[in-house]
């Protein structure tokens, strides 16, 4: 009854997720050079589109001399050029196709690195990006319908869940509750929800896990039935942070890596050594700093092409990221290449008037507003300071739209917003990556 329910509840929300989810079980039989003939045969096709059809690559393909013919194979990508935000943002209406007629999906970003980008995907790609998340919890033991409940995400302007998401919930067996803004009080809240519901599984964002986490272990406070598996999400998972997870609700983290603006997915298995990288959606390639070497077995910039999204292709995109893809025979069976080493996604967060906000809350925010990049960093137990690279758009109501979401949650805060010509003139503490310095207030 339940895997009925959330299938009619994406056959309503979202039709061609189930669709892409069915079409992806069906390859997963696939072997290594079966994946990479995939992959060969939907670049192509790609190609084929964005030459004719996007500004952007029709003209870089004419300045390097470039035919279709010559990108036969994701070993021909290094060909061309590595794709920046900065070049997205500097022409963005030069990555849109001329004609579309598909629904599209809005995304807003705020970067590993501060550095905003909005995009847009096509409903077919949204759509296999949902299904690939699917997928992977099953590397958990999760089948569909199974009872999940998750720590992550809210609306940026209120806590208050609307009768839709509700609905949509219930139907699909999920238990949202809000990261934004979190303290001692949700905790408690959280803890007695799940405790009642007593879902199979548990996500969020790895810095709330941890928090979480924490906050049970600090008060000697226990869960009155055993969680099946720990998905977390959207930020580096550290092995202290799985450790303490793992020791205090008794179960495994399965950990994630992806992104939306370049379509790259890849989970972890029950044997923890990587993560198995997806081949349907998007080619994530490691190369040397200049895009001119696909490496394997050392560390790389991760680079993504997204294969599905026509609304606004992004070939070779940078994520600003590194790692390590590797080649090898995992004992889980399957055949996917593993990606380990990530490193890029700092876990960080600001705790206001003993309240946290983690980072992928913060970066949501900040992609919603017209900037080049940003840094935030915290002066005192209610106080930050924001730097920020104006972009063309960028007016006081956004500073107001920053000032009222953060406020909403934390209540009082007093906040400097520093506005400067370029991200050079950032704290000499901005390391590469490191966009929320809270060392002196956690």
């Known amino acids: 009854m339940n895997k009925l329910k959330f299938i009619t509840a994406y056959y309503i929300k979202r039709p061609k997720v189930i669709k892409a989810y069915k079409e992806i079980k069906k390859l997963e039989s696939l072997d290594r050079n079966g994946q990479k003939e995939y992959q060969n045969i939907k670049l192509k096709e790609l190609i084929s589109y964005v030459v004719k059809e996007i500004p952007y690559y029709s003209n870089l ?7 279709v013919s010559d990108i036969q194979t994701t070993k021909d990508l290094i060909k061309l050029p590595i794709l920046t935000k900065e070049i997205i943002k500097k022409n963005p209406e030069l990555f849109i196709p001329k004609n579309y007629n598909e629904k599209i ?18 409903e077919t790609d949204y759509s296999k990006g949902v299904a690939l998340l699917l997928r992977g919890f099953e590397f958990g033991n999760y089948q569909l319908g199974d009872s999940m409940s998750i720590i992550a995400g809210s609306s940026l302007t209120s806590n208050t869940q609307s009768l839709k998401s509700k609905i949509q919930d219930w139907l699909m067996n999920f238990n949202h509750f809000s990261s934004y803004g979190m303290n001692e009080k949700d905790f408690e809240a959280f803890f007695r929800d799940i405790n009642k519901k007593k879902p199979k599984f548990l996500r969020g964002y790895a810095s709330s896990l941890f ?6 272990r600090d ?19 550290m092995p202290n942070q799985r450790n303490i997870i793992e020791s205090v609700f008794k179960a495994k983290v399965f950990d994630n890596y992806g992104l939306n603006d370049g379509g790259i997915t890849a989970f972890e298995c029950n044997y923890h050594n990587g993560m198995h990288i997806d081949f349907e959606r998007a080619i994530l390639e490691v190369t040397n700093d200049d895009g001119t070497d696909q490496i394997i077995g050392e560390e790389g910039k991760i680079l993504a092409t997204n294969l599905f999204n026509y609304a606004m292709p992004l070939i070779r995109y940078d994520t600003g990221d590194l790692g390590e893809i590797y080649i090898e025979d995992c004992k889980c069976g399957c055949k996917r290449p593993l990606l380990k080493g990530i490193a890029g996604r700092t876990t960080d967060y600001l705790k206001i008037n003993e309240t946290y906000i983690g980072s992928p809350v913060l970066t949501v925010l900040m992609g919603k507003i017209d900037i080049e990049s940003y840094q935030i960093i915290q002066t005192g137990k209610d106080s930050v300071k924001i730097n920020v690279v104006k972009g063309e758009k960028y007016d006081m109501s956004q500073e107001l739209f920053i000032s009222n979401s953060l406020k909403e949650h934390v209540n009082e805060i007093k906040i400097d917003f520093n506005y400067l010509d370029d991200s050079k003139g950032f704290s000499e503490n901005n390391k590469k990556h490191k966009f929320i310095i809270n060392d002196d207030f956690k």
């Open 61 to 67: 393909f004419r300045e390097l001399n470039l035919k």
């Open 219 to 237: 008060n000697n406070m226990q869960l009155e039935f055993q969680i099946q598996a720990i998905f977390s999400t959207s930020e580096k998972l």
């Open 211 to 216: 928090l979480f986490a924490s906050y049970l």
């Open 105 to 122: 999906v809005k995304g807003s970003t705020g970067g590993s690195t501060g550095v905003p980008l909005k995009f847009l995907m096509s």
